[in-house]
Structure formats: structure tokens, C-alpha cells
């Protein structure tokens, strides 16, 4: 049994504390570990610029090996967040996965896992904006709403101007991603002619080395990218396919 075992940046202690529930879940297997420790900062970068994550899950899917975690509750600022990254590593290489403080997540249960994060993350964000509805109706009635600690709010937002800068700047930004996504869609649109799904597509943009939208937009970066299920899906929605 081989194993790669990532160890989550965080500082020295903690990482030490990792290492020691991970060799916990894998004592008397008999497993070949390859350690792969990512300095403390970086796992605050997005999946695609972290460069010892990646490597430990290369290293998986080329060797055949499980995809060794102390927990997930770290991996990403988010939980649906790291359920969805594991659920897309399963997808497309079919890698194993073994969690040491949660035996639940495996290789067969992520795809249920990460559905059911992703319906919770929705059900918050629906009831947020019921609440931000709510004040604005109260402020239009009243020009004021009281919050349960007793503060008074006469107005939702930050200031006008910033507000249209920012939407500028997200225009902006829009047009970039557009250009991005022009130079790969013929790939990703033959991929789809030939009834590939998101999870084939990303494997054929990465052996063929299609440098993905982040990298791109970060050219003058040094990073470790990939294409993922969900980067072609995004890409696919865009386009309104």
C-alpha cells in the first residue's frame, strides 16, 4: 500500500501534531509513505498555486497510492470547499482517500459529502439574502432598521463611489475572463462534440499542458496549476453552453 501524505501548512507544532494522527491511521498497514509538508502561508493560496498539494496528489493518481489528510477542516478556509476539491480528485483520477479524524470521507463517499455541503452552503446563502431583503424593505418603510444588539442602520452598502468602482472593476475583470476563455473554448468545445464530460476534458487540457485561466491571469507567477472539473464547468457555464 502506498500512501502520500500531505501535511497542511500551519506552524511547526501543529504540523508535528498532522504528522503523528496520520501515522495513528495508517499504523500496521504496512503503508510506504511519502511525505509531502507545505510551508506555513501557502495554504492560504488557491488550489492551484499550491505547489505541495499538488505534488502529493500527482504522486497519488501516477502511483496509485491514497491520498493521505489529517483532517479536511483545515485544508481550504471552507469545508464544502475541501469536499469539493477531494470529490473532483476522485472524479478524474479515482484516487483513494483516507481522513484521519473522519473515517466517513473515503472514496466512495464524497460524491454524497460534497453534494450535501454544497446544498447547506446555498441554504445560508438563501437565508442571507432573505435577511438583507428584509432591512432593505424596513429601510425603504422607515429609513431605519434595529438590529438585535440595538444598533440602529439607516443604510446597507459603502459609499456610492466605491460601489461603482468596484462594479467597474468587476466588468473589468469579466472582460478579461471572457478573452481567457476564448483562447481554450475550441478545445473545450470538441472535447464536448465527442461526449467528453468535465471531469475527461480537464485530464485532456492538462496532458495536451493548456495553461489554465489562472495561469493566465497570473503569467508573472511561478506556480504549480492545473485544470480541474470545475474550471471547465465554469468556463461551459460562461459561455452558456
Known sequence: MRVG??????????????????????????????????????????????????ACVRYCRTSDATLALHSISDL??????????????????????????????????LHVLSAAADAQRHKIAKKSKQAIDS????????????????????????????????????????????????EVWPIIERCQEQGMGYAATARHLNALGILTPAARARHERTTNMEWYASTVRNIVLRRGK
Open 135 to 182: 432591512i432593505k424593505a424596513k429601510l425603504e418603510e422607515e429609513g431605519k432598521y434595529t438590529a438585535r444588539n440595538g444598533r440602529t442602520i439607516t443604510r446597507l452598502g459603502i459609499h456610492e463611489k466605491l460601489s461603482e468602482a468596484s462594479a467597474k472593476g468587476n466588468e473589468a475583470q469579466a472582460v478579461l475572463a471572457r478573452e481567457r476563455d476564448d
Open 5 to 54: 501524505a500531505f501535511i497542511i501548512g500551519a506552524s511547526e507544532d501543529n504540523q508535528k501534531t498532522q504528522r503523528k494522527r496520520i501515522k495513528a491511521l495508517l499504523r500496521d498497514t504496512g503503508a510506504d509513505v511519502k511525505w509531502y509538508t507545505e510551508p506555513d502561508g501557502r495554504q492560504r493560496r488557491d488550489a492551484e498555486d499550491r505547489i505541495e498539494l499538488n
Open 76 to 109: 481550504f478556509p471552507k469545508k464544502w470547499q475541501a469536499l469539493t476539491f477531494l470529490k473532483h480528485q476522485v472524479e478524474m483520477y479515482d484516487i483513494d482517500v483516507a481522513v484521519a479524524d473522519d473515517p466517513i470521507i473515503s472514496k466512495g463517499s
